[in-house]
């Protein structure tokens, strides 16, 4: 168990368009005691982020109707400190593309597929980099 972040669970809004990935990463998640939102699309993740601050978004890097760099550039005027708070999922990393958005941003990367380890410490590192830690909470789906 980790400490909370103030009083309540760390905040993670996660972003996929495939189903059974995003409800296997909510389970996971949650189970560490992180209160989660699931998006499977760039506007259900755009009016989550307009809804409340996250603590991390987990995002994967295509989209039905976007991208995770489009989404995290559509979320800045309402969490101008997201880059740091931003893991991007892909299986195309090495792309020239994606590989400046990382660099510009400095956002954290996920290589898919990645193991649940892997998930858990990128998660994990993105809140002790933000001096941001977890304490149990529920998790809940986007509406």
Same mark, same amino acid.
């Given at each position: 168990m980790v400490a909370?972040?103030?009083?309540?669970? +760390?905040?993670? !809004?996660? %972003?996929d368009d495939e189903p059974l990935i995003l409800r296997a990463f909510e389970r996971l998640l +949650?189970?560490?005691?992180?209160?989660?939102?699931? &998006?499977?699309t760039c506007r259900e993740a755009r009016e989550a982020v307009a809804r409340q601050p996250f603590d991390v %978004?987990?995002?994967? !890097?295509?989209l039905p109707d976007g991208d995770g760099p489009a989404l995290l550039q559509l979320a800045l005027p309402h969490q101008p400190d997201l880059p740091r708070r931003f893991i991007l999922m892909s299986g195309d990393l090495g792309a020239p593309a994606t590989?400046?958005?990382? &660099?510009?941003?400095?956002?954290? +990367? !996920? +290589?898919?597929?990645?193991?649940?380890? /892997?998930?858990? &410490? &990128?998660?994990?590192?993105? !809140? /002790?980099?933000e001096g941001l830690t977890a304490r149990p909470g529920t998790a809940r789906i986007a509406s």
């Open positions: 909370p972040v103030g009083d309540r669970p +760390a905040q993670i !809004l996660l %972003v +949650a189970r560490d005691g992180y209160q989660l939102v699931i &998006a499977c %978004v987990v995002s994967d !890097l295509h590989r400046d958005f990382l &660099a510009t941003t400095g956002c954290r +990367a !996920l +290589a898919k597929p990645f193991s649940v380890p /892997e998930l858990r &410490a &990128a998660v994990l590192a993105t !809140l /002790e980099h």
